[in-house]
């Protein structure tokens, strides 16, 4: 049995994770915050791949959501071997630092953050009472973060603030994992053409257009799949606590 939770699944960077692992043969769980009677077409395409599709709905940000998360992916799947922390937020508004607002600031946060961070505390005692009582039972841990962890954007800092705590907490359950030989990740996306991004379009086009990356195209949802179901193979076995930067050359230095 190969089992996988991501959260944000259902659009996006999560989606093309959820194609990808759903190639691998793993039966997937989707967590989204919308009704899933507006994502049965996509849960539908998903299962045409032939694996089985649940969607566990909810909010990350809420603890009472994340428990139900939990204990709806385990029920419906019989157990968990791969948590992907895809689901995250941009602000309403870009605003400068300066006039960043506190309700900005704990939205962002309770999601990208805060949310993430116990709902892999949570998956990750289940993992490790998993591999206590089966030596042979295989889990990965994945947190999708963003270039944003360390590039400032002036106009969402709450954003770029974070991911660069997401990247610290993908870094503190590498060590923690490890101690049960259960390997954790972070996969760090470029500039990745989704709905998110879509409102600001033409900026990166010019960007790119200008040399901003060493691929001088947008990223795709697949291009980010194609790395996380990469990792969860285990092509990568000697790597935990590694970031994968999936950018097209971004943040190379160059003269």
């Not at 630092?97 to 506190?102: A, C, D, G, I, S």
């Not at 879509?198 to 949802?221: C, H, I, N």
Request: net charge negative; with cysteine; glycine share 10%.
């Amino acid at each position: 049995m190969k089992t996988a939770l991501i959260t944000g699944g259902s659009r996006g960077i999560g989606l093309g994770i959820a194609q990808s692992l759903a190639r691998e043969g793993y039966d997937i769980a989707i967590n989204g915050v919308r009704a899933e009677e507006l994502v049965m077409e996509t849960l539908n395409d998903l299962r045409e791949l032939g694996v089985k599709v649940e969607y566990c709905q909810g909010s990350i940000a809420s603890a009472d959501d994340r428990a139900r998360i939990v204990e709806e992916a385990y029920e419906k799947l019989g157990g968990l071997n791969v948590l992907v922390n895809n689901a995250g937020i941009a602000p309403k508004q870009r605003l400068d630092l300066l006039n960043t607002t506190p309700e900005s600031f704990r939205d962002l946060l309770d999601t990208n953050l805060e949310g993430p961070f116990f709902l892999t505390q949570a998956i990750s005692n289940r993992m490790i009472e998993a591999r206590e009582s089966n030596p042979d039972f295989e889990g990965t841990i994945v947190f999708v973060t963003s270039i944003s962890a360390t590039v400032a954007s002036v106009n969402r800092g709450e954003y770029c603030i974070s991911k660069a705590g997401l990247a610290m907490t993908a870094s503190l359950f590498a060590v923690k994992m490890a101690e049960v030989g259960i390997p954790v990740y972070e996969v760090r996306p470029g500039v990745i053409a989704t709905d998110m991004t879509s409102k600001v379009q033409g900026k990166y086009d010019q960007l790119f257009e200008g040399g901003m990356a060493l691929q001088p195209r947008w990223g795709t949802p697949e291009d980010v799949g194609k790395a996380v179901a990469s990792l969860v193979r285990g092509d990568f076995p000697y790597s935990t606590g590694q970031v994968i930067h999936v950018d097209g050359g971004m943040l190379i230095d160059r003269l």
